[in-house]
């Protein structure tokens, strides 16, 4: 079964969002994936996933700005976990 962690870096200053964040996704076991709470859509980190295999989907948050969705790429038990949470968020078209 799949597990959400989710991580709140709203209120850090730079670099510690990217820093935690990168941190967070390389303790993701399989079926987990990662829910980012972001004051901002942190355009940094999605090379970052990319280069160490993750995949991702950005919402505009309910509590916060940005909500990004994270799971390993092939990991398909987190990826439909993650964006079914995905689904229930707006369109991060906005952010």
């Known amino acids: 079964m799949a597990r ?14 990217l820093v935690q964040s990168l941190a ?3 303790q ?8 980012l709470m972001h004051r901002r859509r942190p355009c ?5 996933l990319q ?8 919402r505009a948050g309910r509590m916060v700005a940005c909500e990004v969705l994270i799971w390993r790429t092939g990991d398909d038990e987190a990826a439909r976990a993650a964006r079914a ?4 968020l707006p369109p ?3 952010l």
Request: proline share 7%; glycine share 8%; charged share 25%.
């Open 51 to 58: 280069q160490r295999g993750f995949s991702s989907e950005t």
């Open 44 to 48: 940094l980190l999605y090379d970052n």
């Open 28 to 35: 993701l076991q399989r079926g987990d994936y990662l829910r």
């Open 4 to 17: 959400e962690v989710v991580l709140d870096v709203s209120e850090l200053e730079p670099p510690e969002p």
């Open 24 to 26: 967070a996704i390389g």
């Open 92 to 94: 991060a078209e906005h």
């Open 85 to 88: 949470g995905a689904a229930t």
